[in-house]
């Protein structure tokens, strides 16, 4: 038996949700004080909240073993808000392109019984996870290319330092006219 592969979601893609969260949300309190709006410890706790479920949700792992693949979250995440799964390679029959509302593709695992599980597309080390399944599964994983490319998530990352950079003269303004 050889050592479980473990997958996790790429840096590249993580850094950037997170930072974009914190991006978009940072200037509201300020904001609000500014205006006598929401309680500012309220919108603190919801932000807050927000950014613990969105790491919640970027802590997926994927782990391939001799028996399976399955996604999986931390024991902190509640199955109710992300569920894992877990597929015996000998129930593997195909693996389905299915075009997005986006016009990317995505891949789903059809299983035996009728099932669809979504191949994790956000990985680190896609082409390895691809090449794993293809040597446990026998299915031709040629044209399996992963949905979005790092460059694409660089370019989100320069326009959420730039936001940031507007984010900070908000704040300051908003510290200023008080």
Same mark, same amino acid.
């Given at each position: 038996?050889? %050592? !479980? ?33 929401? !309680? ?7 932000? +807050?909240?927000?950014? =613990? ?8 792992? =994927? ?6 693949? &399955? ?16 597929? !015996? ?12 509302? &986006?016009?990317?593709? =995505?891949?789903?695992?059809? %299983?035996?019984? +009728? ?30 290319? !992963?949905?979005? &490319? ?15 950079? =507007?984010? %900070? ?10």
């Amino acid at each position: 038996m050889t %050592s !479980p592969s473990i997958f996790r979601i790429s840096p590249v893609i993580r850094i950037t949700l997170l930072g974009l969260y914190i991006a978009l949300t940072i200037p509201l309190p300020f904001l609000s004080r500014l205006n006598n709006a929401t !309680p500012t410890w309220l919108l603190c706790l919801g932000i +807050g909240l927000g950014l =613990v479920a969105l790491y919640g949700a970027l802590s997926e792992r =994927v782990i391939l073993d001799d028996r399976a693949i &399955q996604v999986t979250y931390p024991n902190w995440v509640p199955s109710l808000f992300r569920k894992g799964w877990s597929l !015996p390679w000998s129930e593997i029959k195909a693996l389905k392109p299915h075009t997005t509302g &986006q016009g990317g593709l =995505v891949y789903y695992f059809l %299983s035996q019984s +009728g099932g669809a599980y979504l191949l994790p597309m956000r990985v680190a080390g896609f082409a390895k996870l691809v090449r794993e399944v293809e040597a446990k599964t026998g299915i031709d994983t040629t044209d399996v290319r !992963p949905l979005a &490319q790092p460059w694409m998530y660089s370019i989100l990352f320069g326009f959420t330092l730039l936001l940031l950079l =507007v984010d %900070s003269w908000t704040i300051w303004t908003s510290l200023h006219l008080t």
